[in-house]
């Protein structure tokens, strides 16, 4: 891909270079001579010096070509540029030398939060077998598209944070999206996860745009749960998600519809009372936290700066920015891998088990 650029990038510079060349050389190959006028004009004249018929002088206007001369040496300048920037995703890359998990993904590691708040990488056989009364959970978030250069381990929940897609602003046809969508689906059947659950982001303008119904139905051959402000049981925990996401001043709008959809999601949050055992949200707004202290596990995304962030709330509750891509896109960030205690629902209390 890269050896492909620059010598795509080397070729267009020699012709940029060439054609002023192949301009001023064209009246030494006919022959002719210019003379200028007093008035600034310029008239041509024939081998012997005599002017030519008016007719045929022509006019006196700058060589447009010019500037040109410098565009070679700044597309030089930008080569770096282009050279060190990876391809946007597996579609992009050429077939002829596809990237590989080792060139852009994070490989066959994950990052291990334990109960108390440390987290170390480890590969998936180094990862330590489940506790008795505990649900391992895999959480990922901001794929963008590139959900295949992760390696899951294996799990009870697979949880992902949104931003499933790539898309960036409102315009354009939403179609293209749609086969990202249905490969996404594909994947999640294919990981060894017993159960999936998918939160939207603010890049998934199409499932915004197909609504929640829709998006159920896409999503029902893979068995994945789909959670916009509200909870499900998933493998003997209850999970809340949402997609909301403070408005950050970008095209990338989606499910960030001002303070009635925030209100919805607080609203939504606070019915679900101390019965969550899991948070996932988009987005890690403060105004989560007194919520989520009340979970022993809250992932989200949107960050990319801030992957791997953990923090232990007041109550105890374990949060950590689970976004894959990098700032600039790329799949780097590794899952992150995290178990949670069952929990013992008596009398409508909710008690977690010792761990």
């Known amino acids: 891909y890269n050896l492909l650029s620059f010598s795509i990038l080397a070729r267009g510079a020699r012709i940029l270079m060439a054609v002023p060349r192949q301009y001023c050389n064209r009246r030494r190959r006919h022959g002719d001579e210019y003379a200028d006028r007093e008035d600034g004009t310029t008239r041509l004249l024939d ?19 010019a500037p040109l001369r410098s565009t070679p040496r700044t597309l030089l300048r930008l080569a770096p540029l282009f050279l060190s920037l990876p391809p ?34 480890l590969s998936a056989s180094d990862l330590p077998p489940v ?13 963008h598209g590139k959900h295949r250069f992760f390696r899951i381990p294996p799990c009870d929940v697979l949880c992902h944070c949104g931003d499933i897609l790539q898309r960036y602003g409102p315009v354009g046809d939403l179609g293209g999206d749609l ?42 051959p893979s068995g994945a749960i789909y959670l916009r402000d ?16 403070p408005a950050g001043g970008t095209g990338n709008a989606a499910f960030q519809s001002g303070k009635d959809a925030k209100r919805a999601a607080e609203e939504a949050g606070r019915s679900a009372g101390g019965d969550v055992d899991v948070l996932l949200t988009h ?33 105890g509750c374990v949060s950590v920015n689970v ?11 590794p899952p992150v891998v995290f178990d949670v205690p069952l929990p013992n629902r008596n009398n409508g209390q909710t008690k977690k088990r010792s761990q």
């Open 47 to 65: 081998k012997t010096g005599a002017p030519r018929h008016p007719r045929k002088t022509p006019r006196s206007r700058p060589n447009r070509l």
């Open 88 to 121: 946007l995703s597996r579609t992009h890359a050429l077939r002829l030398s596809p990237p590989t998990l080792a060139d852009f993904g994070p490989g066959d590691v994950s990052l291990y939060v334990t109960s108390e708040g440390s987290a170390r990488l």
């Open 131 to 143: 506790p008795a009364a505990h649900r391992r959970l895999v959480a990922i978030g901001d794929t």
């Open 179 to 220: 086969p990202v969508f249905l490969d996404f689906r594909a994947w999640l059947r294919s990981v060894p996860a017993r159960a999936a659950v998918v939160v939207a982001g603010n890049h998934d303008l199409l499932l915004e745009r197909l609504g929640d119904d829709a998006v159920r139905r896409l999503l029902r």
């Open 230 to 245: 509200g909870a499900a049981t998933v493998a003997g925990l209850r999970v809340f998600g949402s997609p909301w996401s």
């Open 283 to 315: 987005a890690g707004c403060e105004r989560w936290e007194a919520f989520g202290g009340k979970a022993s596990f809250w992932a989200y995304g949107h960050r990319h700066g801030e992957q791997g962030t953990v923090r232990v709330l007041e109550g």
């Open 323 to 333: 976004a894959c891509n990098d700032m600039i896109y790329r799949p780097r960030n």
